[in-house]
């Protein structure tokens, strides 16, 4: 099935398409009627572990408005804040409810504005709550060593404020807890859709 609408790539060029098919999490493009143009593998798995996989694969397709998966009560809310998004080009990040009919689920999504006003990409995170570690401490539910990169950091984007976690490739965290009161080795960079939607040219350079 057609995941990538050809004349939605262009627009993709700075967030580098590779990254954006090898992220863990989903991944979709909208147009800036917020008919679907683009979803990654993520989507899929996202889906499947979910069992929402034959529902979504079926419904969820190219050329549909992603605001008919929004309950009619939140509906007016998310196109308001779709179209701030839009028009402001300035990033929108929340935490939603991504659950299908079965199971609940939420994600931390971050909204980036594609240029020339013309969709969005929206890019979920999983939120893990009780990390195990020096700050703060919390009942643990996540191992921390998968946060820290081989010379004993972490790493946080300094805009989003999700941290790497390096069990997969490509793959950022909500970590609730570490947002404003990081671990002491912590170190800042930027997540690659931060530093796409930051810096395009210089991102639109190295895809
Ligand atoms: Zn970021």
Redesign the pocket.
């Known amino acids: 099935m057609e995941r990538l609408d050809r004349e939605f790539k262009p627009l993709l060029r700075p967030y580098n398409l590779d990254y954006l098919e090898t992220y863990s999490g989903a991944v979709y493009g909208v147009w800036k009627n917020f008919r679907l143009a683009y979803l990654n593998p993520g989507w899929y798995r996202f889906a499947r572990e979910n069992r929402g996989g034959p529902y979504v694969s079926r419904e969820w397709k190219l050329g549909r408005s992603i605001l008919d998966g929004i309950s009619s009560d939140l509906k007016g809310f998310y196109a308001a804040k779709f179209k701030a998004c839009l028009h402001s080009h300035t990033v929108w990040s929340h935490d939603c409810e991504c659950s299908d009919r079965t199971i609940y689920r939420c994600c931390h999504q971050?909204v980036y504005p594609l240029s020339q006003q013309a969709g969005l990409l929206i890019v979920n995170s999983l939120i893990v709550e009780g990390v195990r570690g020096p700050v703060p401490a919390l009942e643990s539910t996540a191992d921390q060593s998968i946060y820290l990169d081989k010379n004993g950091f972490f790493c946080q984007?300094?805009?989003?404020?999700?941290m790497k976690n390096f069990r997969d490739r490509e793959r950022?965290d909500w970590i609730p807890a570490w947002v404003n009161r990081y671990p002491k080795n912590t170190s800042h960079t930027?997540?690659?859709?931060?530093?796409a939607h930051y810096f395009p040219a210089a991102a639109a350079k190295g895809a």
């Open positions: 971050i984007c300094a805009y989003c404020r999700r950022w930027f997540c690659p859709s931060c530093f």
